[in-house]
Structure formats: C-alpha cells, structure tokens
C-alpha cells in the first residue's frame, strides 16, 4: 500500500458475517458531515428590516461598483430587490445595468423573467418589444416575446411579432414556427401566404418542397401545382439551374403520382431528364424508371398533358383575351411541342400541322390590340410581334413571312405618340441578315425621320460603324445633335470617332463646337473630355492652360481651381508634332514635366476667388489639396505656409430672427479673415503665442500653438503672411466670434 497499489488479497475465503450494499449506503450517509448553513435571521420589526435591507444593498453596490461589467451580480442584485416585492428598485437597476451592457441576451432574459414572475405583462411586453427593436438578430428574445403572446391566447398580438420578426429575414426555424402556430389556430390560408414570403426571401428547392406538400396536405391540389409550377419557371430551363431543382421535380413527378395524375408526372419527369445529362440525374433517372414500370406509355400521355395545357389556356384567353403573359405561355406551349415532334422524328405533315397551330395562336394573339395610346399598354404586346418574327425566321425559315410580320407590326404602333426602338432596330438587323442593306438603312432612316429617339440613334450609329461606314456615321452624329444639342454624352462620342479616325483637327471642333452650346446636360463630362483629350491626344499645354481659364471664368467651382493646379503641376505627354517624329515605339514615351510654381499660383488665385465670394468649405477644401500637392512637390516651408492658412473651427454668436435668440453656431475661421477684420487683436494675440512660446522652450514644454507665427521686433507692422491660422481667441471686444482653444485655456 506504500506505492499506491491495492493490497493483495490473501484470505479469499467469505466472511462470517455478510454486509449488503444498503447497509453500506446507510453507513456512509450516517458518518456523512453535515453541510455548513447559514443561520437564518428573523426580523421583528420594520425598523430591522429597513436596517437589514440597508446593509444587503450597501453590500450590492460595493460588489456591482467593483465589477461593474459582470452581469450575474448586476442579475443578483435586481432579483433580491425583486424578492423584497422592492420592483421599482429592482427595474432601476435593471435599467443601469442595461446602460453598462445593452447587448446582453441575458440581461434582458433575467429582466422580462423578474417581470413575468411578478405579474406585470405589460411591463414584459415593453421590455421585449425594446429588446427585439435593439436585437433583431437575436432569435431568443422573439421566441420568448411569441411564447408570451400566445400563452396569454393573444394570437392577433403574436402575429404581429412574427410579422416585424419576418422583416428582418431570419433563418428557416422561424419561418417553420410562424407556420406552425398558424397551423395550431386553422388559419392555413396565412400558413400560405408566409410559405409564399419564405420563398420570396430564401428560394431553395426544400422550401418549395415544404410548401407543395403543406398545399397537398390540407388538399389544396391546384395550389401545389401552382407552387411546383412556380418552382420550376424559377429555376429555369438551363442544366445548371435544373440540376439544382431535381428534388423540386422528384417531389413534383411523385405527388402527381400519388394523386393518380400519371401523365404529368411522365412530363415532368422528361422535362427534367431532357435537360440534364445521364451522370448528373442518376437518382432522378431512377425514380422515372419506376415510375415507368409501373404506369403506361409516354406518347399518350404526352398527348394527354399538351390537350388539357391547351384548354386551360384557351379558357383563360377567353375571360381575357389581353393577358399577354397567358398568350406567352400558349405560344411556349405549341413552340415546345413542335420542337419536341421534330426531335422525335415526326413526318412532314405532322410538322405542318404544328407549325399552322404556332401561327394560328400568334395570329390570334396580335389581334388584340391594346386600348388607348399609352405605351405602358403595348410594352407586352411587342414582344408578341417580335416573338411572332423571330419565329418564322428561325424556326420556320420563312424569310418573306417574317418581312411582312415586321412591316406589319411597325404600320400598327402609332408612332406620332410613342415609338419602340427595339422594334425598329431587330428589324433593320434582319435586313442585314437578309444581305439587304439598303432596305435596312430605309428602315432606320424612316424611323428617325418619323420620331427621333436617342436610343434609334445609338442602334443606326452602331450598324454603321460595324460595317465601317465612318463617313455616314459623321452624318448620323450631325442629325443626332441636330435632333438634341444638348447631349452632352453624344459630343463625346462624335470627338472620340474623329479621334479614333486620327482626325484631331474635327475632334478639337466638334469639343469646341459642343462646350460653345447654350445649354448642356452635364456640362461638366464634356469639359472634362475636352481637357482630357488636348492633355492625352494633343499634348497641348498653352491650349489646355486656355480651356481651364475660360471653364473658372465660366463656372468658379473649386474642384476646376484644383484640377487647373495639379495639371500645372502634372507631366503630360510631348505634343503630337514631336512624338510623331519619334520612331522606336517600343521606347517609353517621354513627357513634359510640370511647373510647381505655376501651380502654386493657379492654388493662390483660387483661394482668392474663393475667399471674395466667401465659400469657406470650398476654401478648405482647396487648401487640403493645395496642401498635400505641396508636400508631394514642395519644401517644408511651403507646406508650413499651407497649414498657417488651414482654418479652424470656431465658434459664432448671433440672434436668431424668429426666436430673437441668442444661438451659438460653429463656423470654419481663416487666420487671414481674422487680421483683416481685427487687426489689433491678431497682433496682441500674436504676441501673446510668441511669449508662450519663449517660456515653452524655457521649461522644455510644448512648443508654440499650430497656425501662428511668432511675433518679433523686426516683423513689420502690417504682415505679408497670408497662412497664419487661429486656434485660439479670448473674449474682446472688437471680436464677432469666439475661438475654440487648441490647449483648452
């Protein structure tokens, strides 16, 4: 036993005298130590009992001052105050506990459960209508706030919490509750409606399976087929997105199956597989195997499915022969079923009979034309014409009915109200497909003559330039600013095809030509491209330096002032008559430096124009760029002369002229505003930095206060210095504003 090993064991024998397992358990419970306790206090009067809470609270406040963050003494301390029936103390400390932790689940757990324990449910409601508004994403505290509402049988008030929980889109379990308690009151038409809102919000194929079979089990059969067939336009008809949907069509073909529909579950099952190659569809392709095994052959109900797709549409064209979206799919419908005949190897007549029923559905489609002469009304109603074209084109290859379908349909539209630029463009380019480019050019031409539209400009231009007809694309941006001079977009695009074209003395014109416009829309792109283009293109310094003054002469904005300095200051490429001479291409290209000086003088007129027309914000916005030009190009003395200029933020007194007020406003103070308007002041204040700064250096302190300059004997009386800067002045009486000191005094 000395090692820590069991003793060995040498008398196997049986003791004389047995002890049972209760024996043993009895025993060690009656040599079992008693736990400490506390001694319980019992108060006689309210006078111990006020001393006694006195104590018990003193020794709650040490231990929350203490730590101040734990959140189970701030708990503790609120919870005895609530078992001292003490709840207005007991939400005073809930409430400071909040203040240190708002965020805390917990802390608000504890303090809606204080509150529900107490019978206050109004109180617990506000608590949890407080915690959920600061903690939406905290799934908990809703929980809690339904439980609440639905166990005080206030259904009305617990679907007003889902539905602000629902706002914030939560995960899939809080969907599946609001179902679920919707389920528990019979209200399936809402289960309904939130199945729909999940969808919207998280369109995976589970969700649309969740919500078929929730339609299927109350026997809403039509409605899983809606969802289903919902599902299914969703995802679309690519193998991607098919792919994905697969649980969508298993459940789909396996509840038709269920409902003994056998000819839309063979449908759906081919619509799937025909989409999907054989390794991606092995589960799927299994349960079509099955099914097939089981039920009849695939062309009757294919017959069958395109008979009744065909009645329920043709009933929903009969109530409303204008619903497009019903034409639409009519028309996909018979489109499917004619590919579908021609992959299957049908005859020829069979193909003619199906082609005449596409036609005859087309047809019939156009012949609804829409009410009045609002474009909103026939938005729809185009795409079934240019449907109807690129369907004889295509399919059918019948080029001459295709013609007449367009010539048709541009007859009908009345263009003197509105026009579809579309319409005019597909059926030029399907002259070019025709290898008729005259007819083409008719059409584009007739279109712009009868109702010019930017967009039928920017589709003719564009023909033309694919088939690299510059000269009639010159003529068509002519018409264009013709037709709307205030373009600002379309002069940029006429200069950028003369440039293209290397014809920079048109391009310079046309620019010239275009900021010479009254009236511009966004003026300020086509001055930008005009600058950008004799810098990049021309390379032309003194012309540049030109546009810039006369755009500050024209519009004064300090982001021109800015642009106008760093170009001064900038490298630009060598003019165009230089670097033509200039054979080796593969060189880099070489570049005029720029003259920091002349920028310097570009950033003092600017702030000049400013400071006159009293544009402070514009002003310091000018002096930060003028300032990180200067530490990019300049010595330190510059840029100490541009920080003396930097404002500061002061503050200003005047009398409101409504209230007759005194109001207190923050203003941005420029140094060289406040010698010109007290100059006495500025100097006495100069002074005074200059002394504080002597007795700095004697102390080894800070050094003198940014934005001043030191005052000396031999600085003149009237100063040059255009950057000094106040960060602090006293109260005189001279002054009109008040400045906010930098070191508080």
């Known amino acids: 036993m000395q090692d820590g090993r069991a003793p060995r064991i040498r008398n196997r024998a049986p003791a004389a005298i047995q002890i049972t397992a209760e024996q043993l358990l009895r025993e060690a419970q009656e040599r079992q130590e008693s736990t400490f306790r506390a001694p319980k206090q019992r108060v006689e009067d309210f006078e111990e009992l ?42 005073s400390i809930f409430e400071r506990a909040l203040d240190v932790d708002p965020r805390s689940v917990q802390l608000w ?22 915690a959920v508004t600061l903690l939406p994403r905290v799934d908990q505290l809703w929980y809690k706030y339904v439980y609440l509402e639905e166990l005080l049988q206030n259904v009305p008030g617990a679907r007003q919490v889902f539905e602000r929980w629902m706002q914030w889109e939560p995960d899939d379990k809080a969907w599946q509750a609001y179902i679920k308690m919707e389920e528990r009151y019979d209200e399936s038409d809402r289960a309904s409606v939130i199945y729909e809102r999940w969808i919207a919000v998280r369109p995976d194929p589970r969700v649309w399976v969740k919500w078929a079979k929730f339609e299927e089990e109350r026997s809403k059969l039509d409605k899983a087929r809606e969802v289903f067939q919902t599902a299914l336009q969703f995802f679309g008809d690519e193998e991607e997105q098919v792919e994905k949907a697969q649980a969508v069509f298993n459940a789909f073909a396996k509840m038709e199956t269920r409902l003994k529909e056998y ?46 797709r065909r009645i329920q549409y043709e009933d929903e064209v009969l109530q409303d022969g204008r619903n497009y979206d019903v034409w639409f799919d009519y028309v996909r419908l ?36 829409p009410p009045g002469q609002e474009k909103r009304h026939w938005r729809r109603y185009i795409f079934l014409w240019l449907e109807y074209a690129l369907f004889e084109e295509i399919e059918t290859k019948d080029y001459d009915r295709a013609r007449q379908v367009y010539r048709t349909v541009l007859t009908l539209v009345p263009h003197k109200q509105f026009t579809f630029a579309k319409l005019w463009i597909m ?34 231009i564009q023909l033309e330039m694919d088939l690299r007809e510059f000269d009639r694309v010159r003529t068509l941006y002519e018409k264009y600013l013709e037709y709307d001079p205030t373009n600002s977009a379309a002069w940029i695009k006429y200069a950028e095809l003369e440039t ?126 003028w300032k990180a030009f200067e530490q990019e190009h300049g010595s330190e003395s510059d840029v100490a002369k541009v920080e003396g200029m930097m404002p500061i933020i002061g503050r200003k007194q005047h009398v409101d002229k409504e209230t007759g007020q005194v109001v207190e406003d923050w203003e941005l103070v420029f140094a060289d505003d406040e010698r010109e308007a007290n100059p006495r002041s500025f100097k006495f204040l100069q002074m005074a930095h200059a002394w504080k700064h002597s007795q700095a250096k004697k102390s080894g302190g800070a ?43």
């Open 50 to 91: 006020h001393e006694y809470r006195g104590r018990k609270r003193k020794e709650f406040e040490e231990r929350v001052r203490r730590t101040r963050g734990s959140i189970k003494e701030w708990t503790q301390y609120a919870n005895w105050e609530a078992s001292q029936n003490e709840f207005d103390r007991s939400r």
């Open 109 to 130: 757990l504890s303090y809606t459960e204080m509150e529900l324990k107490s019978r206050n449910v109004q109180h617990a409601r506000n608590l949890f209508d407080r």
């Open 263 to 308: 000819e839309r579950a063979r449908v759906i099952y081919k619509f799937a597989l025909s989409r999907l190659p054989r390794s991606k569809s092995a589960n799927l392709y299994a349960a079509y195997t099955k099914f097939e095994k089981q039920h009849g052959t695939r062309s009757i109900v294919e017959s069958t499915v395109l008979g009744k």
């Open 334 to 369: 018979e489109e499917g079923a004619l590919r579908t005949l021609r992959e299957e190897g049908g005859t020829k007549e069979e193909e003619d009979a199906a082609m005449e029923r596409v036609r005859d559905v087309y047809e019939r489609a156009v012949a609804h034309v």
């Open 427 to 460: 059926a030029a380019r399907f002259e070019i497909r025709q290898l008729d480019l005259m007819a083409a050019r008719k059409t584009l031409g007739t279109a712009i003559g009868m109702c010019p539209k930017e967009s039928l400009f920017k589709g003719y």
């Open 500 to 625: 293209a074209l290397e014809d920079f003395t048109r391009a310079e014109a046309i620019f010239e030509l275009g900021v010479s416009q009254a009236s511009l829309s966004m003026p300020e792109i086509l001055w930008k491209a005009y600058i950008d283009f004799e810098v990049d293109e021309q390379g032309d310094r003194e012309k540049t330096r030109t546009l810039y003054e006369r755009l500050v002469v024209l519009s004064g904005h300090h982001k021109v002032w800015i642009s106008y300095a760093e170009f001064e200051g900038s490298s630009i490429p060598l003019p165009r008559a230089l670097r033509e001479e200039e054979e080796d291409e593969d060189a880099e290209p070489r570049v005029v430096a720029g003259d920091p000086e002349m920028a310097r003088q570009v950033f003092e007129r600017g702030y000049k124009d400013l400071k006159v027309k009293g544009l402070k914000a514009e002003r310091a916005a000018l002096l930060e760029s």
């Open 703 to 745: 050094g003198i206060l940014s934005g001043f300059t030191t005052a000396t004997s031999t600085a003149p009386e009237s100063t040059q210095n255009d950057d000094v800067q106040m960060e602090e002045r006293g109260e005189q009486d001279d002054s009109h504003s008040d400045v906010a000191s930098s070191d508080g005094e």
